[in-house]
């Protein structure tokens, strides 16, 4: 119940392109859906976080879309471009268990010239 | 703002010896820090979580007496590998989160750790 399941592993996108990043949840319990971006050989830097209270947020190109009767939600990067080429991972957390996160397994995007 | 080092950022050991990682935050107090381990191509698997002046509190099936934790003020965490295998190689990264935040945790660089 603790899982969060991403999807797709690994996504192609030519530059300029939408790509989308989806992740489901089983535990009503989350309150808290961050998505991260980790380049190879580095930490994880936050991109952009979304709390249930809303639908939708938008930063810069980088969009959370959160639907919580379906208990998903996803990111959209609009116009992607070749340095948005990395590994991203959503993660899902309950406030009041010492914030911890429940990380997804990843997706590795590349977008192509 | 918000931002965590690491040092070192890589590591070789023999089997046997310990190393340890230090975690700051640089810019701001951390009560809590969280200490992963990462595998190639694969996610983060949190290891245990330490809080300033109190005992690291450890994930299920983490060996505490292995990878000790010690989070001596608001800006430190250390973690050490005791009797290091070569199964320990691995990628380890920290994050810290701000004083008065309950959600975002911002993530060190990471140590590459080689066990020989």
């Known amino acids: 119940q603790q899982q969060v399941k991403q999807s797709p592993q690994s996504l192609i996108v030519q530059k300029g392109g939408i790509s989308i990043i989806n992740c489901a949840y089983e535990?009503?319990?989350?309150?808290?859906f961050p998505w991260y971006q980790q380049f190879p050989g580095k930490g994880p830097a936050l991109l952009i976080a979304?709390?249930?209270?809303?639908s939708e947020k938008k930063e810069g190109r980088f969009t959370i879309s959160f639907n919580k009767s379906a208990k998903q939600f996803s990111l959209h990067i609009m116009d992607s471009q070749p340095g948005d080429s990395a590994t991203y991972f959503c993660?899902?957390?309950?406030?009041?268990?010492?914030?911890?996160?429940?990380f997804g397994t990843g997706t590795r995007l590349q977008v192509t010239l | 703002g918000a931002v965590v080092s690491q040092h070192p950022s890589w590591v070789i050991c023999k089997s046997g010896t310990s190393v340890k990682i230090e975690c700051r935050s640089l810019d701001f107090q951390a009560t809590t820090m969280f200490w992963y381990r990462q595998f190639p191509k694969q996610s983060l698997m949190l290891m245990a979580t330490s809080n300033e002046g109190s005992k690291a509190t450890y994930e299920q099936g983490v060996e505490k007496d292995k990878f000790l934790i010690n989070h001596a003020s608001l800006t430190l965490s250390t973690l050490t590998v005791t009797s290091a295998h070569p199964e320990d190689s691995s990628f380890y990264i920290c994050s810290a989160l701000p004083g008065g935040r309950t959600y975002e945790q911002y993530f060190g660089p990471g140590t590459r750790l080689t066990v020989t």
């Open positions: 535990n009503t319990a989350f309150d808290y």
């Open positions: 979304i709390r249930p209270d809303v």
């Open positions: 993660a899902a957390g309950v406030s009041g268990t010492a914030s911890k996160l429940t």
